[in-house]
């Protein structure tokens, strides 16, 4: 599977921004889609999973201000991020896992800069 993860950008702390990553299959049988982060000097952090059921987890630093949600129909998951703040700036990455599969595949990464 391919996926192209957009809408990353520039925005000033307490602002929304949605990413969106597209899946090149149908994803309805793909176990888990997640969105991590990167950001500079660090190791890439889960932010938000969510299962083929629709259950979902978050990260504790992006509970109650992001939120994860999968189309089945239109084979994207997006990440709507809301109340952003200066420490949520970092490439942003999407992720599919399937059991089937041998291994997960990632995205290309969309930058997600907050200003103070």
């Known amino acids: 599977v391919q996926l192209q993860a957009s809408g990353g950008g520039l925005v000033q702390a307490g602002g929304s921004l949605r990413l969106s990553c597209a899946a090149s299959e149908n994803i309805s049988g793909i176990n888990t889609m997640a969105w991590y982060r990167q950001a500079p000097g660090k190791q890439r952090e889960l932010v938000a999973v969510i299962s083929s059921a629709g259950m979902t987890t978050y990260a504790d630093s992006v509970k109650d201000r992001f939120t994860i949600s999968r189309d089945n129909a239109e084979n994207t998951v997006s990440l709507q991020l809301d109340s952003l703040k200066p420490e949520d700036t970092a490439v942003y990455y999407c992720?599919?896992?399937?059991?089937?599969?041998?291994?997960?595949?990632w995205g290309q990464g969309t930058l997600v800069t907050v200003s103070s």
């Open positions: 992720y599919a896992y399937r059991i089937t599969w041998a291994r997960g595949y």
